[in-house]
Each structure stands twice: as structure tokens, then as C-alpha cells.
């Protein structure tokens, strides 16, 4: 690959950075994106801090070729107090060095890319519902508090993993009752103890032997499975409600009585198409008349968050 070329015409560089993959826009003075780069997951908090400055480099890098060297370099990530270990940073600040970025680096939460993704306003609330959940509120672009974004062990209710907890809680106390599994019983019995031909008081330890021998936090992939049952279990139904019902008091929490700055949603719990997203937006609209929007793309709030140190309050949102 070539290397970037210098220049100072306004080019910046935005960065979604995630637990899986990295994801880079090299964006020009008036918007538009010139050149994307894609690497694997560069968050530090789930990858060694080598590799992961590694991954974000090469995102960075693939975006730079034949774009003129960036003003602003923003990087958004999940997490972002770690990088103020200084072994941390440095670390990334050498590899992005030698990936072509020459301008100071910028470290901000995911809320705050999230939110410039989705709206130009400079106050609001963002609301992330994904493996963990988190609302935050954002005053001039920067988040200023949050609530909940415990983890897994301490909250992060309505999350992916809050609602695969739940599936498998339901599930126990619908076999300690003596109760035929119902289709989500049935999905995460068959996800967890597929070799069991019948369903008796041994199920339930087998059921808890099998989850508690991995991960806690794979349980937040029943978190599908629960949205995929929504309109046929009434268990997978109440789930779905009370994640919605969770992250709106979240979102309210932090934000004033009355507010009307904009909502954004971001993360797989709550997209579009999700059921736990649907019951979200319309609690939302039942307690508040502000506009509540998705964030689209990551990189392109953490672009236009660069570009606004370039070219100030009027610099052009970045588009494809």
C-alpha cells in the first residue's frame, strides 16, 4: 500500500472502535467520505494493547491510501479511561504514527460518536443497548454522565446479556414449577443441554452446570433468541418489555424533566428491526415529545467530531 500524502486541506480521520472489529473513514473538507479502512476489534479493554493498536493502525492506514495526511484524528471507543494509562496510549500513538497520522489523537466514549452520528445538535442523550447498556447524557458533543454501563456482574440491564440472563432464569423457575418448557425454554435447553432426550428435575442441574462452565457473558447470545420469540412466548414477550422499560429509565435518568433534545439508539438490542428497539421507541414517545433517532455509523460521528476541530461549528456532516 502507498503511503498517505502530506497535505493540510482539511482532511480528517474517524474511528469506531469496537470489541470485534475497527472500523476507519478518511473524510474530506467537505464531507464526503473519500476512503474506508476495516481491521479487526482494536478495543484494549478486550484485546492486548499491541494488538489492538495494531488492528486500529491497519483500519487507519487502509483509509489513508492516496488521501492526504489528517488535521484530526478521533478515535470512539467503549471504555475510553484506559487509555489514560499512558503505556496505553503511547502505544497507539506510535502505531497511528507510523500508519500515516501525524496530528494529535483524540480519545472519546462510543456515546459520543454514537450521538454525533445521528444528529448535529450539540446536547442529548444517547442510549446504548448491546452486550452491556449505558445512557449518557451529551452536552456539547461531550458525554457528562451516564447511568448504568456497570458491566455484566453489577448491571447493565436491558442489555444482550441482561436478556439472555433472563431467558435461562425463566427457564429454571418454569422447570422447578413443573412446567412443559415453552418455545424459549425449549430454545435454551436445546442451546444447553441438547443431549438431554427428557426434561426432569436433573435438567435444571445439568442447566445451571452448563451455563456456569462458560463465559457469563455468552449468555448474551439468547438475547436473539428472545427478540426471535417475542410474538409466540409470552416469557420471551415480558423479557422484551421490561429491557425496554430498563433502558428508558435509564434514558430518563439522565436527562432534565421535560427535555427535548434528541434520543439517540445505537447497538444490536435496540436497531430498527428489534422488538426490544420497538418497545423502547414507544415507551420512549409515551414520556417524552423529543425526536428519538439510531445512530447510523459510528465512524462517521467520530469524523465529524474531527472535523470539528478543523473547521469549527459549521463543518460539513460527513456523508457517503
Known amino acids: ?17 469496537g470489541g470485534t472489529s475497527t472500523r476507519a473513514l478518511a473524510v474530506g473538507p467537505d464531507g464526503t467520505v473519500l476512503r474506508r479502512g476495516r481491521s479487526g476489534g ?9 494488538l489492538a493498536a495494531k488492528r486500529v493502525a491497519e483500519a487507519v492506514r487502509e483509509s489513508l491510501v492516496g488521501v492526504a495526511a489528517p488535521r484530526a484524528c478521533v478515535l470512539g471507543i467503549a471504555g475510553e479511561s ?28 462510543d456515546a459520543e460518536v454514537a450521538f454525533a452520528s445521528a444528529t448535529a445538535e ?9 452486550t452491556g447498556a449505558v445512557a449518557a447524557r451529551i452536552v456539547d458533543h461531550r458525554k457528562t454522565t451516564w447511568v448504568d454501563g456497570w458491566g455484566w456482574l453489577l448491571g447493565d440491564e436491558g442489555s444482550a446479556y441482561w436478556i439472555g440472563r433472563e431467558a435461562v432464569r425463566l427457564t429454571l423457575r418454569g422447570l422447578q414449577a413443573g412446567q412443559t418448557p415453552g418455545p424459549l425454554a425449549s430454545a435454551v435447553l436445546a442451546a444447553t443441554v441438547p443431549h438431554q ?12 452446570t452448563s451455563v456456569n462452565a462458560e463465559p457469563p457473558i455468552n449468555l448474551a447470545r439468547f438475547a ?30 439522565a436527562r432534565a424533566p421535560d427535555e427535548r433534545t434528541p434520543v439517540v439508539l445505537t447497538g444490536s438490542v435496540i436497531g430498527p428491526d428489534s422488538p ?30 474531527a472535523a470539528l476541530t478543523v473547521a469549527g461549528p459549521h463543518a460539513p456532516r460527513p456523508r457517503y
Request: charged share 15%; glycine share 8%.
Open 1 to 17: 500500500m502507498s503511503a498517505p500524502t502530506s497535505g493540510t486541506d482539511g482532511t480528517v480521520v474517524g474511528v469506531d472502535v
Open 42 to 50: 482494536g478495543n484494549p479493554n478486550s484485546h492486548p494493547t499491541d
Open 82 to 109: 484506559r487509555f489514560t494509562d499512558p503505556v496505553v496510549l503511547a502505544t497507539f500513538e506510535n502505531a497511528l504514527r507510523h500508519a500515516g497520522v501525524g496530528c494529535a489523537i483524540t480519545i472519546v466514549s
Open 122 to 130: 450539540p446536547d442529548g442523550t444517547v442510549v446504548i443497548g448491546g
Open 197 to 208: 432426550s427428557t426434561v426432569d428435575f436433573k435438567t435444571i442441574s445439568h442447566l445451571i
Open 224 to 253: 436473539t433468541t428472545v427478540s426471535d420469540l417475542a410474538d409466540t412466548d409470552e416469557r420471551a414477550a415480558d423479557i422484551v418489555t421490561r429491557a425496554a422499560e430498563h433502558l428508558a429509565s435509564h434514558a430518563q435518568t
Open 276 to 305: 426490544v428497539g420497538a418497545a423502547l421507541r414507544a415507551t420512549l414517545a409515551a414520556r417524552t415529545e423529543a425526536p428519538v433517532l439510531f445512530a447510523p455509523d459510528g465512524a462517521l460521528g467520530a469524523a465529524w467530531l
